[in-house]
């Protein structure tokens, strides 16, 4: 078992940045990759975000490229989503996911933290 706890969500305006935060106990963190994905209100759930066990690769949309950056200390078992030049379409609840593998799909994720509100104001 994984037990993820996001943090960092909040009200920012159009422009603006924040930065989330995941903290992973249990079982190996770095046996993970781990990701981020949102979700909208009506819309499936996309990743945005994912970063292999090592940290050596990261995987972004184009809708976040350059924007988003994902980053994962192991020695603290935490992943961190910086984003920047947030845009009102960035507005979702934010989860943080751990899979041994790289994975698109939401439905084949193994573990999921609780979400994290992020609104971003125009």
């Known amino acids: 078992q994984v037990q993820l706890v996001e943090s960092g969500g909040g009200l920012v305006q159009a422009g603006g940045s924040l930065r989330l935060s995941c903290a992973a106990s249990?079982?190996?963190?770095?046996?993970?990759?781990m990701a981020w994905f949102r979700q909208a209100p009506g819309k499936e759930r996309e990743r945005v975000a994912a970063?292999?066990?090592?940290?050596?690769?990261?995987r972004y949309p184009d809708s976040v490229e350059g924007r988003f950056t994902i980053s994962r200390d192991n020695a603290k078992n935490t992943v961190y989503l910086q984003m920047n030049s947030l845009k009102p379409e960035d507005t979702a609840v934010y989860y943080c996911?751990?899979?041994?593998?790289?994975?698109?799909?939401?439905?084949?994720?193994?573990?999921w933290g609780q979400g994290t509100q992020v609104t971003v104001s125009s």
């Open positions: 970063i292999s066990r090592g940290g050596g690769s990261t």
């Open positions: 996911a751990a899979d041994p593998v790289f994975t698109t799909n939401w439905r084949e994720v193994d573990y």
């Open positions: 249990g079982r190996s963190f770095s046996n993970y990759c």
